[in-house]
T-cell receptor
């Protein structure tokens, strides 16, 4: 299984809602990533988990809360979002963080989020 | 200040043409990733390389670490190659960098 899956594919939420995005991989990868991508822009790194511990937080607002319950799963909990948070949220995984070939990232299809 | 520069930003080619996309970076890197993103969002990893050259089918990626430059070549281009191609170097301290992407359209 060489796939990263993400659910849901699309999500529309109001500014007062609480929702979660889910990402799953069964490749035995120990590093998982959340990215945010606005239209016609490259992905922006949000969070990196390595061995289920938060390794990098790129100064993301607290209304985004990541969680890594086990080595195969990565969640992104959303609360009190703003319309400007509407974007494509991409999850990725890699074997690890260190070393050249461990770095290759495999991406999921993304969740397209619209905040009303 | 942009650590990664890609060129061209947009490229239109006739089917069958040889295509080159360039990536220059100003930081020290451990490896460089070439990614492909189709309309609709999904990102596919094409190559991860730290030296020399890699080939996969009609795609070839090269990197010159001393000159801080990488190229992605597509031979015998096809309309299904139409996508955004993103250069993503990995910094020596595990920093993540992304180019702004090259939007390729291949016309039948």
């Amino acid at each position: 299984d060489t796939e990263v899956t993400q659910t849901p594919k699309h999500l529309v939420m109001g500014m007062t809602n609480k929702k979660s995005l889910k990402c799953e991989q069964h490749m035995g990868h120990r590093a998982m990533y959340w990215y945010k991508q606005k239209a016609k822009k490259p992905p922006e790194l949000m969070f990196v988990y390595s061995y289920e511990k938060l390794s990098i937080n790129e100064s993301v607002p607290s209304r985004f809360s990541p969680e890594c319950p086990n080595s195969s799963l990565l969640n992104l909990h959303l609360h009190a979002l703003q319309p400007e948070d509407s974007a494509l949220y991409l999850c990725a995984s890699s074997q690890g963080l260190a070393g050249t070939y461990y770095n290759e990232q495999f991406f999921g299809p993304g969740t397209r989020l619209t905040v009303l | 200040k942009n650590e990664v520069e890609q060129s061209p930003q947009n490229l239109t080619a006739q089917e069958g043409e040889f295509i080159t996309i360039n990536c220059s970076y100003s930081v020290g890197i451990s490896a460089l990733h070439w990614l492909q993103q189709h309309p609709g969002g999904g990102i596919v990893s094409l190559f991860m390389l730290s030296s020399g050259k890699k080939k996969h089918g009609r795609l070839i990626a090269t990197i010159n670490i001393q000159e801080k430059h990488s190229s992605l070549h597509i031979t015998a281009s096809h309309p299904r190659d139409s996508a955004v191609y993103i250069c993503a170097p990995r910094g020596t301290g595990n920093q993540f960098y992304f180019g702004t992407g090259t939007s390729l359209t291949v016309i039948p």
